[in-house]
């Protein structure tokens, strides 16, 4: 009996994602394509001759697959299935979840399709013949042929393949965005877009070293992988960047937001078991740089932060390069800033040093005039003249990206943001640009508002003003720490003498301290503890930490240490404060911690005060 795909199959189901029951489907016949096994399941294209669409077989069906009822070019026809997106693409997949089969393999795919004049359907197979009939298509298979199930396909190809494909076939290679760390078995293919330097640390267990890279799939989702001793020494050379790789068996774990440098929830760790092969008969793939903007209005809460953050904006100025000379090995390196500009119509100064300072720095120097779109992948967030940007070495630049995002962007600012008044994102009293003094006339609350609300800065930290007094400073607390005098990183004493750094990877013979206390701080509401660290806590002490541990040290009937200490309470300051929660012992705890003290202006006070007295007879 003659079969046929069903016309626009693949329309019809696009066109009903979700249909109401089995009974309101139309006739669905389409080709198997591309069938293969992937994991514990099989996967193919269905087409209907036009358009093609991903899809997955149900379990149920498994049985005809092995048995070769279902076999790939043969036709089935769709009974009941449902359509899901593709996570972080526009597209869609089939899942199917009843089929039954209608023909074997046919000699080829079906390709293209022409009504006769009696309202059917003409396939034509290679040979160039074709046999018409009123209302579908003749199958011809072709007799000299001998069908082979799936099965019979997978398990002939995983015998003649390489081991990193069959490592692809064997497992089902997985995309990173479904990676957890709850799941057993997987295999991934990666390409390394970064590579770090093999590095030495030295702790209470010993020595050791360490290297990570980063690794992104054709998706474009990015993971960082950590690799220690016996493993880092296995994989260091194995690794190498712009090539691409099948990983399996590393273990995840939630990333530390603290010290992660990609946008993704988890971070891998590979032993001495896990394994890597190179896919070299896999064309290498550039992934697509994905970005995830902050508004240049919002990069405050980012200031001196690990967290890295992407922009997109609209180029102001550039710079002539600079030459920079390093403060630790005298070494100079080409600087230029650009200063670029987006619909907060906020301005700010992004730092780019060697190579992109001097080619893409270049190449926009001279296009400045048509003023750029340009989107930037990883930059550091400082405290220059308020808030300022920095490139790292695994920063992207990309000049008028085709993303929807330059595209908004260069509207606006054809439209309206050329004419614009614009200002740094620097200046101003907004709490979010804003930790200098400027600030803490905005926002101005009690202690017990903070106090009595327990959520704030749940999800970030929320930034608030206060004027108050240091009501009591805590003698015997641990007020300062041991830190390097390079990096101003904790440091510990050396098994010989001096002290190491962690951070600097050397030992030094001397150490600075620093200041990291908790006071009571109280105004007329309450009072509440609030973490002080040291440029604030020399504000408040009234000298350095250094200074306050020898008079700790000298003795008498009247303590040095003590009456400093004591001279350093009731004495009015004003502060910027973040509120943030933390978790001690499974509780959460309200965590206040000053951002900036400042002394008391009583005559910016009292302009304060006329004005809220102004606002309140306004409103009466």
Sequence with gaps: MAKSVSPDAISTLLANPTPDSSSDLPEIVVQVLDLKQSGNRYMFSASDGKLKLRAILPSSQYSDVLSGKIQNLGLIRILDYTLNDIPNKSEKYLIVTKCEPVSPALESEIKSEVKNEGGGIVLKPKQDSAVKIEGGIVLKPKQEVVSKSAAQIVHEQQRNVAPAARMAMTRRVRPLVSLNPYQGNWTIKVSVTSKGNMRTYKNARGEGCVFNVELTDEDGTQIQATMFNDAARKFYDKFVLGKVYYVSKGTLKVANKQFKTVQNDYEMTLNENSEVEEAANEASFVPETKFSFVPIDQLGPYVNKSELVDVVGVVQNVSPTMSIRRKSNNESIPKRDITIADETKKTVVVSLWNDLATNIGQELLDMADKSPVVAIKSLRVGDFQ??????????????????????????????????????????????????????????????????????????????????????????????????????????????????????CQKNDEQCSLRYIMVVKVADESGEAYVSVFNEEAEKIVGCSADELDILKSQEGEDNPFQLKLKQATWVPHLFRVSVSQNEYNNEKRQRITARTVVPVDFAAESRLLLEDISKMRASQ
């Excluded at 054809?414 to 926002?443: L, Q």
């Excluded at 106090?451 to 240091?470: C, M, Q, V």
């Excluded at 400073?473 to 007020?479: F, L, T, V």
């Design 386 to 503: 308020g808030v300022s940007l920095s490139a790292i070495s695994k920063s992207v630049i990309k000049i008028d990206p085709e993303i929807p995002e330059a595209k908004k962007l260069r509207c606006w600012y054809d439209s309206e943001g050329k004419d614009a008044t614009m200002a740094s994102v620097g200046s101003g009293s907004s709490p979010s640009s804003m930790n200098g003094s400027r600030s803490v006339y905005s926002d101005r609350v009690s202690l017990s508002y903070i106090t009595s609300n327990l959520s704030l800065g749940e999800d970030k930290p929320a930034f608030f003003s206060l004027r108050g007094y240091i009501s009591f400073i805590k003698p015997d607390q641990a007020m300062w720490y041991r830190a390097c005098k390079t990096c101003n990183k904790k440091v510990t004493e050396s098994i010989g003498a001096g002290y190491w750094c962690e951070g």
